[in-house]
C-alpha cells in the first residue's frame, strides 16, 4: 500500500507549532533550533502546495485549511502514541512479559491474573499465547511458561509442578462401578491430545489394560479437549490443575479415581537465572512459583 504521506518530522513541526503558537516554544519541546522547525513548516507547506500559517509579527495563525489539517494530524500521532505504548510499553514502565500455553492461560493465568495486579498493582502484565513450545526470544518476552522435561537449553529453567493426568467426562456419561472402570472407559468414546507425551495408551498400560483402539475426536489443546468433554463428546484425559476449573464448576466429574504421573512438568524459563533478571519479571516468577507450591 502507498501513504500520501509528507515526512513525520514536518508534520510533527507543524502539530507542535500550531498547539504551541511560534516556531520557538515548538522548538523547545522538539529539542532542535527554532530556524529548523521555520524550515521544516515551510517545506511541509511546498510538498501540500498551500501555507498552513499566517506569520502574525511573532505568532502564528492557522490559515482555513491549516485549521482543517490539524485534527486530523493530532489524532494520527496520539493513535501512534497509544498504539506503542499498548505494544511496547512506557520506557519508565515496561510490562512483564510471559508467554504461556493456550491452554495454560486460558484456564490457570487468566482467573488469577486480578489478584497479582491487585497484590502488585506497579507492575503490567504482557502475556503472550502460544500453541507450542518454542526457543525462548528474549527480544519479545522475558518469561516462559513451558510444560516439557525440562531439557532445554536456551534460558534458565526453575521447576514448578508436576501434575497428575485425570480422566474426565460430562456427568451424564459417567462410567460403572470402580471395579469395572477401566474396563467401561476402553469402550466409551474418548477424546485424544495430540502431540503429548502421555496418552490414552499410557493410561491404560499403566493400569494393566490391552490398549484400546482410538474411537473418538483428536484435538490440538486440553482446553478443547475439556471443553468437548463438557458438553458430552467423549471422556478426556487432562491435567488435573487444567481440569480443575470444569470439576468446580460442576461442567465435569472424574471418569475414574485413578490418576497417571504425568512424565512432563510445569517450568518457568528465563533468558538468565532468575536472581539476576529485572525486579518485576523477578517478583512475577516468585509469585508463580508460589502459586503452583514449585521449589
Not at 515526512?7 to 529548523?36: K, S, Y
Not at 514502565?93 to 493465568?109: A, E, K, T, Y
Not at 522475558?142 to 474426565?168: E, K, Q
Request: hydrophobic share 45%; aromatic share 10%; charged share 20%.
Amino acid at each position: 500500500m502507498t501513504y500520501h504521506l509528507p515526512p513525520l518530522p514536518w508534520l510533527r513541526a507543524f502539530e507542535a507549532a500550531a498547539r504551541l503558537g511560534n516556531f520557538t516554544r515548538a522548538a523547545e519541546e522538539l529539542l532542535i533550533t527554532p530556524a529548523a522547525v521555520s524550515y521544516q513548516v515551510r517545506q511541509l507547506e511546498q510538498q501540500l502546495g498551500y501555507p498552513l500559517f499566517d506569520r502574525v509579527h511573532r505568532e502564528l495563525v492557522l490559515t482555513r485549511l491549516g485549521q482543517t489539517y490539524l485534527p486530523s494530524v493530532e489524532k494520527a500521532f496520539s493513535d501512534l502514541s497509544i498504539a506503542t505504548v499498548s505494544v511496547f510499553g512506557e520506557r519508565d514502565r515496561q510490562p512483564v512479559r510471559f508467554r504461556c500455553l493456550n491452554s495454560f492461560g486460558h484456564l490457570w493465568m487468566i482467573p488469577r491474573i486480578a489478584a497479582f495486579q491487585e497484590a502488585h498493582p506497579g507492575i503490567d502484565l504482557q502475556m503472550i499465547s502460544a500453541s507450542w513450545a518454542e526457543t525462548l526470544n528474549p527480544d519479545l518476552f522475558d518469561i516462559d511458561i513451558r510444560f516439557g522435561d525440562g531439557s532445554w537449553t536456551d534460558g534458565a529453567v526453575t521447576f514448578l509442578l508436576n501434575d497428575p493426568i485425570v480422566p474426565v467426562c460430562h456427568p451424564d456419561l459417567a462410567l460403572p462401578g470402580a471395579r469395572k472402570d477401566i474396563e467401561a472407559l476402553a469402550l466409551a468414546p474418548r477424546l485424544d491430545i495430540m502431540g503429548v507425551v502421555d496418552t490414552w495408551e499410557s493410561f491404560f498400560r499403566a493400569f494393566g489394560h490391552a490398549v484400546p483402539a482410538r474411537n473418538g475426536l483428536q484435538v490440538d489443546q486440553s482446553v478443547t479437549a475439556l471443553e468437548l468433554a463438557a458438553l458430552g463428546h467423549g471422556h478426556a484425559l487432562v491435567l488435573e490443575t487444567l481440569a480443575r476449573p470444569f470439576l468446580e464448576a460442576g461442567r465435569l466429574i472424574l471418569s475414574s479415581d485413578r490418576k497417571l504421573k504425568s512424565r512432563h512438568s510445569y517450568y518457568l524459563v528465563t533468558a538468565r537465572p532468575r536472581p539476576e533478571i529485572g525486579p518485576d519479571a523477578r517478583t512475577f516468577c516468585n509469585w508463580m512459583i508460589r502459586e503452583l507450591g514449585g521449589a
